[in-house]
């Protein structure tokens, strides 16, 4: 059984944000979409989370990705992620962080079931790294180095593109990606959580490294479930490119749910009018049933946010 929304998108992928706390400071965050309350600390206990994907999974979906905030910032991420693994159809469980906490925790992580890691890192410079987030460029780059030796498959590098910060340093990227047999991925700015003075100052297309992509690799395929995006096969090194989701060819293909931090089914990342709050319901004593159906009319509200455009 795989839930279809109205416009015929299979439901595959949850996307659970664990917290919304997290140890950097980085500015373009879009904190998968979520607007804060002020001074909420409310989070999911271990329980349920894993009883919230457990229904997700029994409705079909096979892939899930944990995020935040930072998931790492959770003192009992190796619990949560134990109990997601065991869940009887699980296909996939992978996790984005920002990799400054990965390194001492990769291989104990990787033993409890998580399978890849998407490990945000938008450059190479120390200086820039420091101005962007807050924090120290050697901590996540042990964190990638742990990730590939733990056994991460594939471990993935995040760089999102911003307007005279980085836009200089893809190939510098590449070639870090070669070195250390990860896989690149190169991500647009979107405008969410951000203001419009940030967006404008530092969004820049992807066009220009998709027709360099195109012109060095081998071959280029296409990957149907993840909103038609393009891996570019290069030598030695793959890299993906990420349009954001005004790009309406990605929404027309998105497969996604996710999990707010404080327990609501989130039908788009661009939307918070549509909430499904699930973790109430699942407090108050709600049966699975119950919980199955919540998954389902949140599956209806899915709708491409830029099928009009």
Same mark, same amino acid.
Request: overall charge neutral.
């Given at each position: 059984?795989?839930?279809?929304?109205?416009?015929?998108?299979?439901?595959?992928?949850?996307?659970?944000?664990?917290?919304?706390?997290?140890?950097?400071?980085?500015?373009?965050?879009?904190?998968?979409?979520?607007?804060?309350?002020?001074?909420?600390?409310?989070?999911?206990?271990?329980?349920?989370?894993?009883?919230?994907?457990?229904?997700?999974?029994?409705?079909?979906?096979?892939?899930?990705?944990?995020?935040?905030?930072?998931?790492?910032?959770?003192?009992?991420?190796?619990?949560?992620?134990?109990?997601?693994?065991?869940?009887?159809?699980?296909?996939?469980?992978?996790?984005?962080?920002?990799?400054?906490?990965?390194?001492? /925790?990769?291989? &104990?992580?990787?033993?409890?079931?998580?399978? %890849?890691?998407?490990?945000? @890192? +938008?450059?190479?410079?120390? !200086? =820039?790294?420091?101005?962007?987030?807050?924090?120290?460029?050697?901590?996540?780059?042990?964190?990638?180095?742990?990730?590939?030796?733990?056994?991460?498959?594939?471990?993935?590098?995040?760089?999102?593109?911003?307007?005279?910060?980085?836009?200089?340093?893809?190939?510098?990227?590449?070639?870090?990606?070669?070195?250390?047999?990860?896989?690149?991925?190169?991500?647009?700015?979107?405008?969410?959580?951000?203001?419009?003075?940030?967006?404008?100052?530092?969004?820049?297309?992807?066009?220009?490294?998709?027709?360099?992509?195109?012109?060095?690799? /081998?071959?280029? &395929?296409?990957?149907?479930?993840?909103?038609? %995006?393009?891996?570019?096969? @290069? +030598?030695?090194?793959?890299? !993906? =490119?990420?349009?954001?989701?005004?790009?309406?060819?990605?929404?027309?293909?998105?497969?996604?749910?996710?999990?707010?931090?404080?327990?609501?089914?989130?039908?788009?990342?661009?939307?918070?009018?549509?909430?499904?709050?699930?973790?109430?319901?699942?407090?108050?004593?709600?049966?699975?049933?119950?919980?199955?159906?919540?998954?389902?009319?949140?599956?209806?509200?899915?709708?491409?946010?830029?099928?009009?455009?």
């Amino acid at each position: 059984m795989v839930l279809i929304d109205s416009y015929g998108r299979p439901l595959l992928n949850l996307r659970v944000a664990l917290t919304k706390r997290c140890n950097l400071r980085c500015q373009y965050c879009h904190r998968e979409g979520e607007i804060f309350a002020e001074n909420s600390t409310a989070e999911m206990s271990v329980e349920e989370i894993v009883r919230i994907v457990r229904i997700a999974v029994e409705l079909g979906i096979s892939k899930v990705k944990l995020t935040g905030g930072e998931p790492l910032m959770r003192k009992d991420i190796v619990e949560i992620v134990k109990g997601i693994s065991a869940i009887n159809g699980l296909k996939d469980l992978s996790m984005t962080t920002n990799g400054t906490l990965l390194a001492p /925790l990769a291989e &104990e992580l990787c033993a409890s079931g998580l399978k %890849r890691v998407n490990i945000n @890192l +938008p450059t190479l410079d120390e !200086e =820039v790294y420091r101005k962007l987030t807050g924090n120290r460029l050697d901590d996540v780059l042990e964190g990638v180095k742990a990730a590939v030796s733990a056994g991460f498959y594939p471990v993935k590098l995040n760089m999102l593109i911003l307007k005279n910060v980085n836009e200089d340093a893809v190939p510098a990227m590449i070639n870090f990606a070669r070195e250390t047999g990860t896989i690149l991925q190169l991500i647009e700015l979107e405008p969410i959580n951000i203001s419009e003075t940030y967006y404008s100052n530092h969004y820049k297309s992807l066009d220009e490294y998709e027709k360099s992509l195109q012109q060095k690799a /081998l071959k280029v &395929e296409t990957r149907k479930f993840m909103q038609n %995006r393009p891996i570019y096969h @290069l +030598p030695d090194v793959t890299v !993906e =490119v990420v349009h954001p989701t005004e790009n309406t060819e990605f929404c027309m293909h998105c497969t996604r749910l996710r999990v707010t931090s404080d327990g609501k089914l989130k039908p788009c990342l661009m939307r918070n009018d549509n909430l499904v709050d699930v973790l109430t319901p699942l407090r108050n004593g709600a049966k699975d049933q119950e919980l199955k159906e919540l998954f389902i009319m949140a599956n209806q509200k899915r709708q491409p946010y830029n099928k009009n455009k």
